[in-house]
């Protein structure tokens, strides 16, 4: 995750924005920090520590149950919902995580309206009316190098 994050930023102001599921920032849990092993005096030996948390991370999941930034990067948590009556099959696989570069104003999704909005009334036998409104729309997602794809292989998609 942390190569991704760097790669994406490379094409931006040197940090990404990562977008995914409430499951995958769920186990994505603290930044854990290795710390270097201080020894007492006349100690030998190297290692790490046991990692220490970051605290803007504690605070974070403290105030909001789940860490908001990872190692400088900010995470934005997108909407979860289902397609089945049981709560079981959700609608954006729980596993993938996106990671876009941030400060570059680019968009990865471009919509375009075309021509203006036509309207049409009709006046039914019955008296009722009928309205129908016509707008052309094009959507397209630009593909670029500059944007990854984690694979957490850990949750089901």
């Known amino acids: 995750m942390e190569r991704l994050c760097r ?14 599921t409430p499951e995958f920032v769920a ?3 603290p930044d854990a920090i290795g710390m270097p092993v201080v020894w007492p005096a006349g100690g030998t ?14 605070d974070e999941i403290a105030q909001y149950g789940r860490i ?20 079981e099959v959700t609608q954006m696989n729980p596993a993938l995580a996106y990671i876009f570069p941030s400060g570059r104003g680019e968009k990865p999704v ?13 006046k039914n036998r019955d008296r009722s009316f009928e309205i129908e409104v ?5 959507v397209a997602i630009v593909t670029n190098h500059d944007w990854c794809v984690y694979v957490n292989a850990d949750l089901q998609g």
């Open 134 to 138: 016509y707008q052309r729309v094009g």
């Open 68 to 87: 908001k930034t990872f190692r400088g990067n900010t995470i934005i948590e997108i909407p979860q919902s289902y397609t089945d009556e049981r709560n």
């Open 45 to 58: 030996g190297t290692g790490v520590a046991t990692p220490v948390y970051n605290p803007r991370n504690i």
């Open 27 to 29: 186990e994505m849990g």
């Open 110 to 122: 471009k919509v375009v309206f075309e021509g203006n909005t036509q309207l049409d009334e009709f």
């Open 7 to 20: 790669i994406a930023g490379s094409y931006g102001s040197g940090s990404a924005i990562i977008y995914a």
